[in-house]
């Protein structure tokens, strides 16, 4: 999950990383500015996605008599689409230098990876072109950042150990640890004269399944852009993604949902969503996976393929019927393969109920593309 840049810097606060005084307005409210800080400030659009400041989203203003037309130019900004939701505005914090540091968590590496350069501002894509612009390390998350990591990490940006460096270095470390975060980004970095550190600005993605011990429900994201139906897949623990066509497709695993994605495809149909229920799969979940179909996605056609092992036939098959008749859906709208643990209890629930079910994974395929594409049943 992506926060945006204040609700980034709001961890780097908590964590002891140091921030410009700021205050934080949602696009549209009227601004106290007995809040403000003293000009020169900053006004940031906040969007979960880069390339503001080519856009002009994030503005200089060093007369207050300009402020509300800066923030009127910055609310109107669109990148990809989107207008930003919230204003930041933050003190300007002079400085001599600019710097890149990141923190991700790597799985083919199995560790925590830290990313440095002297060279801000730039996309790291671009720096990692660049020979000897950027240091990587790998940290070893069973034994955590170490001193003379840290060390190497300042004396590479600064030429000098600057503690203030070290420091913040050490405390984005327990930050990625301690909330369970995917990366933390400051890019820039800025260092004045006298070698004080400030977080300019920040990139954070939070760790989705994390939500057993962090609340990733008061972000932004969460909160205003994930549908209901996404909402609900996490709350009931199955994959969800909607597309663009009219074969809903329901399947336990990511490897036979994707596989029965392709099938659909190579006959000539277009999935309209991938959802995937996992294994041992409960009534309930395979419940509100059809909920979520129905309400958000509405496919001309569903086809249901389930490979049992944990997962049980029956259960599937009275959750489908269960949902059916609550919704008053059309059984004729389904096409269902089951296979394995209680199919043959599976199969007579979902046939005395009037369901078409199959054995064979292609054949089920076929028949659901035949329905969608010539709108025979």
Do not use: W
Request: charged residues 25%.
């Amino acid at each position: 999950m992506f926060l945006l840049e204040f609700e980034g810097k709001r961890l780097f606060k908590e964590f002891g990383i140091p921030i410009p005084n700021g205050v934080v307005f949602k696009v549209g409210e009227t601004i106290d500015k007995s809040m403000l800080p003293p000009t020169p400030f900053v006004i940031k659009g906040q969007y979960l996605a880069g390339g503001r400041g080519k856009a002009g989203a994030v503005k200089i203003v060093r007369d207050i008599n300009d402020f509300n037309k800066a923030v009127a130019e910055v609310s109107n900004v669109v990148i990809h689409g989107k207008r930003p939701s919230h204003i930041l505005i933050e003190s300007f914090f002079p400085h001599d230098k600019e710097l890149y540091l990141s923190l991700l968590v790597s799985k083919r590496d199995k560790s925590i990876i830290l990313l440095a350069s002297r060279e801000g501002g730039v996309e790291v894509e671009e720096l990692a072109k660049k020979p000897g612009a950027l240091l990587k390390l790998s940290i070893d998350p069973l034994v955590g950042i170490q001193q003379h990591q840290l060390r190497l990490v300042s004396k590479f940006l600064l030429g000098v150990f600057n503690k203030d460096l070290m420091n913040l270095i050490y405390n984005l470390y327990r930050l990625v640890v301690g909330r369970d975060l995917l990366l933390a980004e400051i890019n820039p970095l800025a260092v004045d004269g006298e070698g004080r550190v400030v977080a300019l600005d920040s990139k954070v993605i939070v760790d989705d399944n994390s939500e057993i011990r962090q609340d990733i429900s008061k972000y932004y994201e969460y909160v205003s852009v994930m549908t209901e139906g996404e909402k609900k897949a996490k709350e009931y623990g199955f994959s969800y993604v909607p597309l663009e066509g009219e074969i809903g497709v329901i399947g336990n695993g990511a490897g036979l949902t994707m596989a029965t994605l392709d099938l659909v495809a190579f006959y000539g149909g277009r999935p309209a969503c991938f959802i995937d229920v996992g294994g041992g799969a409960s009534e309930e979940r395979i419940g509100a996976a059809l909920d979520v179909l129905f309400s958000e996605i509405k496919p001309k056609y569903v086809f249901v393929n389930i490979f049992a092992g944990i997962t049980r036939c029956d259960d599937v098959a009275r959750a489908i019927v269960s949902v059916v008749e609550k919704r008053g859906i059309s059984r004729e709208k389904f096409v269902i393969r089951l296979t394995g643990t209680n199919e043959e209890l599976g199969e007579e629930i979902l046939s005395k109920a009037g369901f078409k079910v199959y054995k064979d994974m292609d054949e089920a395929a076929k028949k659901v593309v035949e329905y969608a594409v010539g709108g025979s049943s």
